[in-house]
């Protein structure tokens, strides 16, 4: 069974150009995620596919 991802990912352009560096957010709260929480949770859905396989 897929998780659904808890993640978005933002990218701000100005005339099709990237302004600063992407961001992540929580799908719920809005709240900016921090790249070690999202590490974290990839590692995660990871070892549950392989677990499955």
Known sequence: MEKEQQYK????TVNDKPVGREIW???IT???V?????????????AEA???S
């Open 9 to 12: 990912k933002l990218l701000i």
């Open 25 to 27: 957010i929580d799908k």
């Open 30 to 32: 809005y709240a900016p």
């Open 34 to 46: 921090g790249i070690g929480e999202r590490n974290v949770e990839s590692a995660e859905v990871n």
């Open 50 to 52: 392989a677990a499955v």
